[in-house]
């Protein structure tokens, strides 16, 4: 497994494992319509360049593949933000998430950050676990706007980047 900072030519595989991923892991959390219909399209439109000098973007390659992405944005309200965290659902439990985390938590402190936050669906039980296995503490529940679809949610954050960048070398 490299992990590196996505290309351009990454970008097909970046919305394709985002499209995948979604639909997989938000199945019975918002439509169907909405993920089978929409989601194509808005992952399309939203990947068809790399976003700019504030934001992070990483890939997790396994042979000539992209098998997981990460992106945060660094001067997001509240702090660094990861926006996304996505691995092919084919490649889950294979050790990519919990690797572009802890290599974000680096690059976020290499960049003189002290912390990094997310939000996660309040329902998506798996994802969450994930989360807290990683060191991530849960604030209240929320509401969220995903592209038109009101979800509940929580916000995660990582106050100890040293530890959370640690878990890559495990």
Request: hydrophobic share 45%; aromatic share 8%; net charge negative.
């Amino acid at each position: 497994m490299v992990i590196e900072a996505a290309r351009p030519e990454d970008l097909g595989e970046i919305a394709e494992i985002q499209i995948a991923s979604w639909q997989s892991a938000y199945r019975g959390l918002v439509s169907d319509s909405f993920l089978d219909e929409e989601v194509p399209g808005i992952m399309a439109r939203k990947w068809a360049d790399l976003p700019g000098p504030d934001w992070i973007v990483l890939v997790s390659r396994e042979g000539d593949r992209v098998a997981g992405f990460a992106a945060l944005h660094m001067t997001h309200e509240g702090g660094p933000y990861v926006d996304n965290l996505h691995v092919r659902p084919d490649a889950r439990g294979g050790g990519f998430g919990r690797a572009l985390m802890a290599s974000m938590a680096a690059e976020v402190m290499a960049r003189g950050g002290s912390n990094i936050w997310l939000t996660v669906m309040r329902d998506n039980a798996p994802t969450r676990a994930f989360y807290r296995a990683m060191g991530g503490t849960e604030g209240p529940d929320g509401h969220d706007d995903l592209f038109g679809q009101r979800i509940m949610s929580r916000p995660v954050a990582w106050d100890d980047l040293a530890a959370l960048a640690a878990l890559g070398r495990q």
